[in-house]
């Protein structure tokens, strides 16, 4: 894996301001706000809480919720080593949240791909060497593909070679693979 750079995270949110002071110490906190006002009273909020506004910054968007790693960008390297985002369909029925993908690669002038698949970021995980894993939630949620449609799209965009697919060991929860 790459050393991590930055977390994204959304206002309102959904932990702690401790945690978010921590991630700030050894990484950039990058927010999600609807304005600019929104902007400069986070800023506030992250001083008088001990976060470290050196390492701050915020994204300008709409969102509709705080899960931002179910909706976020995935990330790859290009060929020429260059940071791209990957984007996919989110699961929910939260359209400013499936745009924040689209969002952060202008707003950080990143190369954006539109991935053509039904998704959830914690439906999916990776060991950052062409094999991922996630629950048969993508089969039912693209049922319009093949499995093998599946696995091809996700070696396309991702560069996964060996793609896990495997039934939700809690049975019918919200069925993503890091729960």
Not at 5 to 26: C, K, N, T, W
Not at 54 to 61: K, R
Request: hydrophobic residues 35%; negative net charge.
């Amino acid at each position: 894996f790459e050393p991590m750079e930055g977390v994204l995270i959304r206002y309102p949110f959904g932990i702690s301001y401790q945690i978010i002071a921590e991630m700030s110490e050894d990484v950039e906190v990058i927010t999600i706000v609807s304005s600019q006002s929104q902007a400069n009273y986070v800023e506030s909020l992250y001083e008088a809480n001990g976060v470290d506004t050196d390492n701050t910054s915020y994204l300008i968007a709409l969102s509709d919720s705080h899960w931002t790693r179910d909706y976020g960008p995935w990330f790859i390297f290009s060929g020429n080593n260059e940071l791209e985002v990957i984007d996919f369909t989110y699961n929910r029925p939260r359209p400013n949240d499936n745009n924040i993908p689209s969002a952060f690669a202008n707003d950080q002038d990143l190369t954006y791909y539109k991935m053509p698949l039904t998704h959830a970021g914690g439906n999916y995980m990776t060991d950052g060497q062409g094999i991922a894993i996630s629950t048969d939630l993508v089969w039912s949620e693209n049922s319009g593909l093949t499995h093998e449609q599946i696995n091809d799209i996700m070696n396309e965009y991702c560069g996964i070679e060996t793609y896990h697919v495997v039934q939700d060991a809690l049975g019918e929860y919200i069925k993503h693979i890091d729960c």
